[in-house]
């Protein structure tokens, strides 16, 4: 695959998420960070949470609120105890339309042994 359109930019509102199905049935985010636009896989790299419903934007800091796993969508340095990066695509803006070099489906390997469970989380 190659360059890929997207969207139009004016699509996803600022410090706001999209999910869009792809050529390819390739199912990315588009995060509007105010300053610029990422494209990431739909799922949080923690425990699979679609970011559609958990993402929140704000002050260029996307958040995962199911355990508050967040990235600068700038630098896309982790914050706090975020332990995963976030993969993105690679984007460019042409002409109103955002576009993205899709070479294949970004995703994360879960540890399926992996079974936190929410009460423990919100009580350490
Ligand atoms: S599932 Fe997103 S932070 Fe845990």
């Known amino acids: 695959m190659s360059w890929t359109r997207i969207c139009k930019t004016a699509d996803?509102?600022?410090n706001s998420v999209k999910k869009i199905w792809i050529a390819g049935g390739i199912p990315v985010l588009v995060v509007n960070y105010g300053s610029g636009?990422?494209?990431v896989p739909p799922v949080c790299p923690h425990m699979e949470e679609p970011l559609e419903e958990s993402g929140i934007v704000a002050s260029c800091v996307l958040t995962c609120t199911k355990h508050l796993w967040a990235w600068n969508l700038m630098t896309l340095e982790k914050q706090g105890e975020?332990?995963?990066p976030l993969k993105c695509y690679e984007v460019?803006?042409?002409n109103g339309e955002l576009m993205?070099?899709?070479d294949g489906e970004l995703l994360y390997d879960f540890d399926k042994d992996d079974d936190m469970d929410d009460d423990a989380f919100f009580k350490s």
Do not use: G, L, S, Y
């Open 12 to 14: 996803v509102a600022p």
């Open 37 to 39: 636009f990422r494209v």
């Open 82 to 84: 975020t332990e995963k």
């Open 92 to 94: 460019k803006e042409e």
């Open 100 to 102: 993205a070099f899709v």
